[in-house]
Every structure is written in C-alpha cells, then in structure tokens.
C-alpha cells in the first residue's frame, strides 16, 4: 500500500511538470515571434513602433495601441508588447 501510495505521488508530480512544460514554450513561441514581427515592421530601426509602423504590419497592435502605450509617447516597444501579450 505504502509503494502504491508513493508511485501515485511520483505519477502526479510527473503529471503536473509535463502540464506546465507546454505553457512556458508556448511563451517562448509568442516572444519569438512578437520579436521577429516587430523587427520587420522597425522600419528605421529605433527599437520603437509608431503607430504608423504598426498600421499595415501588426494591425492587433495598431487596433489597441493606446492601450499599450499608456504614456502617450506615440511609440511602443517590444517589451510593452510582450508585456500586454501575457496578460
């Protein structure tokens, strides 16, 4: 009984370490690929979005950035992109 006890224990633990495995490279995907589009749509390569930039290339951020650049400072970076991604 006591074996049995302790293989379940082992098995459940397994099982909560495979289920949280996908959820991190899922994280990872986004952030690659949030990083990759937002350097294709960096047309001057300042490490900023404008609105401008994002209207043809990322049109969920054109769609909600003012939500994202809550400052008002007209641009967004990757960071506050990935930041609102994971909310």
């Not at 960071?79 to 909310?87: K, N, S």
């Amino acid at each position: 009984m006591r074996n049995l006890i302790t293989y379940l224990g082992l098995i459940g633990a397994a099982a909560f370490v495979f289920a949280a495995v996908p959820a991190h490279a899922d994280d990872a995907l986004r952030s690659k690929e949030i990083q990759e589009r937002f350097a294709k749509c960096d047309t001057n390569r300042d490490g900023k979005l404008t609105l401008d930039e994002a209207k043809g290339c990322m049109p969920r951020i054109y769609d909600h950035f003012s939500m994202i650049d809550t400052q008002g400072k007209g641009y967004v970076t990757v960071a506050e992109i990935e930041a609102m991604a994971a909310r």
